[in-house]
């Protein structure tokens, strides 16, 4: 049980273009869903929050207009890249989580802007 | 200081060793205590979640929770080569996981 789908797992675009990633929860209904990004070598670093039917809540540096989410159902989150750029690049992974449980997380989408 | 300490090796073992992994933190309001695996170019999986003090067993894997000492740790019995991967330990008291830096750990055959 607990399954995250996220799609796609790498996309390559060109500069100035925009990106939607998606995440799914599969069997289960996220109350929240979390988008994060990992670096290298790192750990992951979370972007924001997001509930089901609200407006996503953003870490401190995270640029509103350039991700934006969506959080449309109790299954389903979306996370765009505006125009994005090469500094964009990056490996951007999602969790979704039923009330108080933990977090579970989808396998990540690699994306690279060139 | 980091809210979570976690030495990010890497962890070099032969098969079949006990494999300890370690986090200290700092924040007392830190009261959900995870363990995640994470393959490379993969995302975390979640393999422990822990709320109080204490042991908790699964399989060949055992979490440990002191709260009085703010220090967990993971035990690894009989590692495998697909034990290889990097362990991050993450922890809730907010809302938000704080995660630690990651062990990378390899077992070799």
């Known amino acids: 049980g607990a399954v995250v789908s996220q799609h796609p797992s790498w996309v390559i675009c060109k500069s100035g273009t925009s990106v939607k990633i998606e995440c799914r929860s599969l069997d289960f209904q996220a109350t929240t869903m979390f988008w994060y990004r990992q670096f290298p070598k790192q750990s992951l670093m979370l972007m924001a929050t997001?509930?089901?039917?609200?407006?996503?809540?953003?870490e401190q540096g995270v640029e509103k207009d350039k991700f934006l989410i969506n959080h449309a159902s109790l299954t389903l989150s979306t996370l765009t890249v505006t125009s994005a750029h090469p500094e964009d690049s990056s490996f951007y992974i999602c969790?979704?989580?039923?009330?108080?449980?933990?977090?579970?997380f989808g396998d990540g989408t690699r994306l690279s802007i060139l | 200081q980091k809210e979570v300490e976690q030495d990010p090796g890497p962890l070099s073992v032969p098969e079949g060793a006990i494999v300890s992994l370690n986090c200290t933190y700092s924040n007392s309001a830190f009261q959900y205590f995870m363990w995640y695996r994470q393959y490379s170019r993969k995302g975390p999986e979640l393999l422990m979640y822990t709320y109080s003090s204490g042991n908790k067993e699964d399989g060949r894997f055992t979490a440990q929770v002191d709260k009085s000492s703010k220090y967990i740790s993971l035990f690894i019995r009989d590692s495998q080569p697909s034990d290889s991967a990097t362990y991050l330990c993450?922890?809730?008291?907010?809302?938000?996981?704080?995660f630690g830096q990651g062990t990378t750990l390899q077992v070799k055959p």
């Open positions: 997001s509930n089901e039917g609200s407006k996503a809540t953003y």
């Open positions: 993450a922890m809730e008291g907010t809302g938000k996981l704080i």
């Open positions: 969790s979704a989580r039923a009330g108080t449980q933990p977090q579970h």
